[in-house]
T-cell receptor, first 117, second 111 residues
Framework: NAGVMQNPRHLVRRRGQEARLRCSPM?????VYWYRQLPEEGLKFMVY????????ESGMPKERFSAEFPKEGPSILRIQQVVRGDSAAYFC???????????????FGEGSWLTVV | QKEVEQNSGPLSVPEGAIASLNCTYS??????FFWYRQYSGKSPELIMF????GDKEDGRFTAQLNKASQYVSLLIRDSQPSDSATYLC???????????FGAGTRLAVHP
């Protein structure tokens, strides 16, 4: 997972506040994925993005959650009006474009642990 | 709903033994499968991936894939206490690297 940078590593928010999680993919990777892991559960796919383009957001909750991957800068996962149920680990992963060389390799960042109090 | 199923464990094996971790998947269209190791409070660490029927070996790890049975397994030879972790099986869904994860199997290797 070296190279996929996430910040902050730990974030505490009060109910109703906004949380912004950032992810910079590995060098040379153009595809970013966000996953959420609730306590004692597996990882759940949230969204898949390329630069300036959301490819698949089928795992995103319909409200309060949004993601972007601008032309410049990191990918951002934004959670508005957080609730206690949003407390989880949020992992970002990156890969090269599928089919390009080692496109099967998907590496995860260290994660951002969100705690809503 | 495309699913990946794993026994949650814990699977307990003595040091030096072979640990066998199993996974089944529901989407016959899945072509690639990944095994990740996750220590408590840490991020998933890629162990290996497999996309062809049969066995794939990497050091102490062997992944096995049987597409007819929709079954993937991971064997860990000469298990060490440091292998104690949760092992996540994932299947690629769709035409890109969208991973569908199982809930993970906890492995405990005791001295």
């Amino acid at each position: 997972n070296a190279g996929v940078m996430q910040n902050p590593r730990h974030l505490v928010r009060r109910r109703g506040q906004e949380a912004r999680l950032r992810c910079s993919p590995m060098k040379g990777h153009s595809h970013v994925y966000w996953y959420r892991q609730l306590p004692e559960e597996g990882l759940k796919f949230m969204v898949y993005l390329q630069k300036e383009n959301i490819i698949d957001e089928s795992g995103m909750p319909k409200e309060r959650f949004s993601a972007e991957f601008p032309k410049e800068g990191p990918s951002i996962l934004r959670i508005q009006q957080v609730v206690r149920g949003d407390s989880a680990a949020y992992f970002c992963a990156s890969s090269p474009a599928p089919g390009q060389g080692s496109g099967n390799t998907i590496y995860f960042g260290e994660g951002s642990w969100l705690t809503v109090v | 709903q495309k699913e990946v199923e794993q026994n949650s464990g814990p699977l307990s094996v003595p040091e030096g033994a072979i640990a066998s971790l199993n996974c089944t998947y529901s989407d016959r269209g899945s072509q690639s499968f990944f095994w990740y190791r996750q220590y408590s409070g840490k991020s998933p660490e890629l162990i290996m991936f497999i996309y062809s029927n049969g066995d794939k070996e990497d050091g102490r790890f062997t992944a096995q894939l049987n597409k007819a049975s929709q079954y993937v397994s991971l064997l860990i030879r000469d298990s060490q206490p440091s292998d104690s972790a949760t092992y996540l099986c994932a299947a690629v869904s769709g035409g890109y690297n969208k991973l569908i994860f199982g809930a993970g199997t906890r492995l405990a290797v005791h001295p």
